[in-house]
């Protein structure tokens, strides 16, 4: 089903979207399942309210900023989420695939807890954006206008970026800056048509 997909994957604030971006530019077609994700949460409004309350329901919309601080703070209510949602994003996930499949080309499936969800994408090659711990921290506070404490819960929510690392087929360094990002996008680049 997979056979030419490479997983995207980081931790939150490590730079994966600018990463993807780059990587767009330079040829590959890219599934988002964030953009998934945010389709089906609003196509799940009514389930989510029922479960959660209608008080995360704002306009016929899911106040994703409300929901997100509660299920970031208490797991079960982050499984009873996960449990709605996932379903749903892999089947998109896969029909998207299907019609990439057809080009016989590497494509990238940019799916950020491709490793919290183990066994959830028969998926062998795997790309981790990487930047370290505390580089992550002061990134997600500052773009997200959070305080330590929140922006550390959302991290911890998710496998430590050392370990993604670790299990990643292609690493992109996003430690620096801009330049330095578009040079490591473009030696994995190299590297991932070296392979395959």
Same mark, same amino acid.
């Given at each position: ?46 389930? =989510? ?85 505390? =580089? ?24 430590? =970026? ?35």
């Amino acid at each position: 089903m997979f056979k030419h997909a490479i997983v995207l994957t980081g931790g939150i604030a490590t730079g994966k979207s600018t990463a993807a971006a780059l990587l767009t530019l330079s040829g590959f077609r890219i599934i988002d399942a964030d953009k998934i994700a945010h389709r089906v949460l609003e196509s799940s409004h009514a389930e =989510i309210a029922k479960l959660f309350g209608g008080e995360y329901i704002v306009d016929g919309k899911v106040d994703r900023k409300k929901l997100g601080a509660l299920v970031f703070a208490n797991r079960q209510k982050r499984l009873e989420l996960e449990a709605i949602v996932h379903p749903k994003i892999k089947a998109e996930i896969e029909q998207q695939a299907k019609k990439q499949e057809s080009f016989g080309k590497p494509y990238l499936i940019d799916i950020p807890l491709f490793f919290e969800r183990e066994g959830a994408y028969d998926i062998e090659k795997v790309i981790v954006v990487y930047a370290p711990k505390e =580089i992550q921290l002061q990134r997600l506070m500052s773009r997200d206008a959070l305080s330590e404490e929140e922006a550390l819960l959302r991290i911890n929510a998710q496998l430590p =970026i050392e370990q993604k690392r670790e299990k990643a087929t292609f690493v992109i360094d996003n430690s620096k800056d801009l330049l330095h990002l578009q040079k490591e996008c473009e030696r994995v680049k190299k590297e991932i048509l070296a392979c395959m």
